[in-house]
């Protein structure tokens, strides 16, 4: 692959248009909580459709798009997702995250019980591509992978909120049956499951209190 540069000129914004519009985003992001408890209501699937197209606008070290999203709406996959995800969880709150996990999990009152996994219409399940795998068999390296896909899976929760749907990063841990289950090749590693769906009638989220602006901007 050689260099070829062709010219980029986006419309510059008027000032006060482009302060709208990041007001606008900042008002939804404000808004957005993981949500653990969805209604099975049906969500228009071409809106999970472009969420997944915007994630994968992502910049990526050296463009290489090191990702894979699995849209899961089968409920017998969703229900086989779910009793691996709780075999999982099941260890790791018998013991396997250790006291100080534990404690910081205490907040969130969430235990090995999963039933988003069940309830929310569908499932993003995002992969990593650790390496390339070429046609024939041979093996590529990938570099900057996980920068690339948290990236990724950020713009897609940010894509999911706009566009009025709740989700949430759920990580079970180890996410090794997640590949076996899906089927997916041995150059990909699951990085995270996002139920995506409404919120239940009854959701309620912890009362978590995020760091105000000044707390995490550093100016000079
Ligand atoms: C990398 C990552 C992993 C997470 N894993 C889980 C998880 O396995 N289960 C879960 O219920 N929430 C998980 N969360 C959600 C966080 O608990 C949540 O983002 C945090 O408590 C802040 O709440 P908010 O998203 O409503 O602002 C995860 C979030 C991130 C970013």
Known sequence: MTYHPVPYRPAR???????ARAATL??????????RMFSPDPVPERAVLDAIAVASTAPSGAHQQPWTFVLVADPDVRR???????????????????????????????????PHLTD???????????FALDEDGGVRKHYYVDESVGIA????????????????????????????????????????VIPVGYPADDCVVPDLRRKPLGEVLVRI
């Open 80 to 114: 086989r997702i779910r009793e691996a995800a709780e075999a999982e969880e099941q260890l790791s709150y018998d013991g396997r995250l250790g006291d100080e996990w534990l404690a910081a999990l205490r907040p969130l009152g969430t235990d090995a019980v999963k």
């Open 153 to 192: 899976v950020g713009m897609l929760l940010t894509a999911l909120q706009v566009a009025g749907l709740a989700a949430l990063t759920h990580t079970p841990s180890p996410m090794r049956f997640l590949g076996e289950l899906l089927g997916r090749p041995r150059n990909e590693k699951a990085f995270a």
């Open 13 to 19: 914004l008027p000032d006060d248009e482009s302060l």
């Open 120 to 130: 929310a219409p569908y499932l993003i399940v995002v992969f990593q591509q650790r």
């Open 26 to 35: 900042r008002q939804h992001m404000e808004a957005r909580r993981s949500v």
